[in-house]
């Protein structure tokens, strides 16, 4: 029964990867404070080459903060903002092509953002997590599958003092989208248009 009630807090806390609407005041008040912690928070995207092979690019560093009422998960709030120029592949031409005017534009859309919508379980450690997701001034929903993987004190502040009292949640999500919805579309279909997203996220209660 406990793991199950910490299920439902975590799961409350994703509708991180976002504003629940409706939700009360008074519901709001009471809600326990956290930030994604950057370091250890990741997007990895991979697509088809032309068929040949899967290539992939990675952001780090992902920003947010998420308020959770443990009595009232579903009245949970989190803002997830992502930097496009962090995103890296490994192949710096490439890198510069995805920033720029044909991809995400990062110089006159320095942010993606993410806001959750509603939070479905779906087993007993994982759920869908449905939000808006905008790009390049485009919004469009998009459903996360998302497994939760921990919350307590950060095991590692038994070896390492710097996580030594904090309290952690952490989660995996995937997605697939098609990139031509945002304004990506350059190079489909040999490059292909579906995209597959793994998102990877630690967060510490303030």
Same mark, same amino acid.
């Given at each position: 029964?406990?793991?199950?009630?910490?299920?439902?807090?975590?799961?409350?806390?994703?509708?991180?990867?976002?504003?629940?609407?409706?939700?009360?005041?008074?519901?709001?008040?009471?809600?326990?404070?956290?930030?994604?912690?950057?370091?250890?928070?990741?997007?990895?995207?991979?697509?088809?080459?032309?068929?040949?092979?899967?290539?992939?690019?990675?952001?780090?560093?992902? @920003?947010?903060? &998420?308020? *959770?009422?443990?009595? +009232?998960?579903?009245?949970?709030? #989190?803002?997830?903002?992502?930097?496009? %120029? /962090?995103?890296?592949?490994?192949?710096?031409?490439?890198?510069?092509?995805?920033?720029?005017?044909?991809?995400?534009?990062?110089?006159?859309?320095?942010?993606?953002?993410?806001?959750?919508?509603?939070?479905?379980?779906?087993?007993?450690?994982?759920?869908?997590?449905?939000?808006?997701?905008?790009?390049?001034?485009?919004?469009?929903?998009?459903?996360?599958?998302?497994?939760?993987?921990?919350?307590? @004190?950060?095991? &590692?502040? *038994?070896?390492?003092? +710097?996580?030594?009292?904090?309290? #952690?949640?952490?989660?995996?999500?995937? %997605? /697939?989208?098609?990139?031509?919805?945002?304004?990506?579309?350059?190079?489909?279909?040999?490059?292909?248009?579906?995209?597959?997203?793994?998102?990877?996220?630690?967060?510490?209660?303030?």
């Amino acid at each position: 029964m406990g793991q199950r009630l910490r299920f439902w807090r975590t799961m409350g806390a994703l509708a991180v990867l976002g504003l629940i609407v409706g939700a009360p005041a008074e519901a709001r008040a009471a809600a326990e404070s956290y930030a994604l912690a950057g370091g250890h928070s990741t997007i990895v995207v991979s697509w088809s080459h032309a068929g040949l092979s899967r290539h992939a690019a990675r952001i780090v560093g992902l @920003e947010g903060t &998420l308020e *959770l009422d443990p009595a +009232s998960p579903e009245a949970g709030r #989190v803002d997830v903002k992502i930097d496009p %120029t /962090r995103l890296s592949s490994g192949v710096a031409a490439l890198d510069r092509l995805l920033r720029g005017v044909d991809f995400f534009d990062a110089a006159a859309h320095p942010a993606i953002a993410f806001q959750s919508t509603a939070v479905l379980r779906t087993g007993e450690r994982t759920g869908e997590v449905t939000g808006d997701l905008t790009i390049r001034g485009t919004t469009r929903p998009v459903t996360l599958a998302v497994t939760w993987n921990f919350t307590g @004190e950060h095991p &590692l502040g *038994l070896i390492n003092p +710097s996580f030594a009292g904090k309290f #952690v949640s952490g989660f995996s999500a995937t %997605t /697939r989208l098609l990139r031509s919805e945002w304004g990506l579309g350059r190079g489909a279909p040999l490059i292909s248009d579906e995209v597959d997203v793994a998102i990877e996220v630690e967060a510490v209660r303030r």
